[in-house]
């Protein structure tokens, strides 16, 4: 089984910056995906950000590009999501997914694919 721990969420007012991090422990994935999708209050799970197993791919949703930025630390199975220029609609309950295979910067949008999930982390955004 893997485990998915995630750190970093907190309250912070607009403008602001939070760095989360999702760790990875238990069986070894490899090769490994990962992603964060985040589930505002009311609404469904969105994806956010992911790091693919393969080469190191990265894409981002619209309504974050150019303020957040997933990066993974393979030797301590860490992916990171610095978010920056926090707005009230980025206010939600922020997933950790991963699953064993390559994701293109298309398919790691789908939820469906990713078989382990962490418990979350709370980001509250206060204008």
């Known amino acids: 089984q893997v485990q998915l721990i995630e750190s970093g969420g907190g309250l912070v007012q607009v403008g602001g910056s939070l760095r989360l991090a999702c760790v990875a422990s238990g069986r070894t994935l490899n090769p490994i995906s990962m992603a964060w999708f985040r589930q505002p209050p009311g609404k469904e799970r969105e994806f956010v950000a992911g790091?693919?197993?393969?080469?190191?791919?990265?894409g981002h949703a619209d309504s974050v590009k150019g303020r957040f930025a997933v990066s993974k630390d393979n030797a301590n199975s860490t992916m990171y999501l610095q978010m920056n220029n926090l707005k009230p609609e980025d206010t939600a309950l922020y997933f950790c997914?991963?699953?064993?295979?390559?994701?293109?910067?298309?398919?790691?949008?789908?939820?469906?694919?990713?078989?382990?999930w962490g418990q979350g982390t709370q980001v509250t955004v206060n204008s």
């Open positions: 997914a991963a699953m064993s295979g390559a994701t293109t910067t298309q398919s790691m949008r789908a939820r469906r694919l990713y078989n382990y």
């Open positions: 790091v693919s197993w393969l080469r190191g791919a990265t």
